[in-house]
């Protein structure tokens, strides 16, 4: 199995609605992400699960909080969003070593958010 | 941190024809270049990727270079077809214990028929 599996593919929700995105790898990789796109832009990274600890882009706003269950699974938490956090929110995952990247990402198929 | 530079941002080529995209990055300690190939409306996906260690990789109409001493790599791709038509990301990791890819701003190439 080399698929990272998100759910929703797509979720629309209102600013006052709490949703979480899903995702789920069986490749034995450790460290697992959350990527946010926008259109026409590179994928923007938000937070990575390495080895069970968790790194932060810190210009990610609270209102975006992961959760690791465990090592295969990442969920992230959508509480208060706003209309400018409409996006594809990418889930992805690597072998790694310890903490370091050190080969290829491997991207679900991404959850189309949907902010009014 | 890292930065990474890639142009052009578009590219178009009539099919058959060669499309060459360029990268630079900033952190000489980086050891690893990935490239991906996002189609519209789909995740992005790897479609080479060279380690420091090596000055060219290639795999059939695909290939990859990088000249560590200028830090730039670049990717080729030969014989165009319109199925090679997306939006292409260059990216770097650093090796001093990092887990972050930095990627490029994109190229959109269009392969005319």
């Known amino acids: 199995d080399t698929e990272v599996t998100q759910t929703p593919k797509h979720l629309v929700m209102g600013m006052t609605n709490k949703k979480s995105l899903k995702c789920e790898q069986h490749m034995g990789h450790r460290a697992m992400y959350w990527y946010k796109q926008k259109a026409k832009k590179p994928p923007e990274l938000m937070f990575v699960y390495s080895y069970e600890k968790l790194s932060i882009n810190e210009s990610v706003p609270s209102r975006f909080s992961p959760e690791c269950p465990n090592s295969s699974l990442l969920n992230l938490h959508l509480h208060a969003l706003q209309p400018e956090d409409s996006a594809l929110y990418l889930c992805a995952s690597s072998q790694g070593v310890r903490r370091v990247n050190t080969g290829e990402l491997f991207f679900g198929e991404g959850s189309r958010l949907t902010v009014l | ?113």
């Open chain 2, 1 to 113: 941190g890292e930065n990474v530079e890639q142009h052009p941002s578009t590219l178009s080529v009539q099919e058959g024809d060669s499309a060459v995209i360029k990268c630079t990055y900033s952190d000489s300690a980086s050891n690893y270049f990935p490239w991906y190939k996002q189609e519209l409306g789909k995740r992005p996906q790897l479609i080479i990727d060279i380690r420091s260690n090596v000055g060219e990789k290639k795999d059939q109409r695909i290939a990859v270079t990088l000249n560590k001493t200028a830090k730039h790599f670049s990717l080729h791709i030969t014989e165009t077809q319109p199925e090679d038509s997306a939006v292409y990301f260059c990216a770097a990791i650093s090796g001093a214990g990092s887990y972050q890819l930095t990627f490029g701003k994109g190229t959109k190439l269009s392969v005319i028929p």
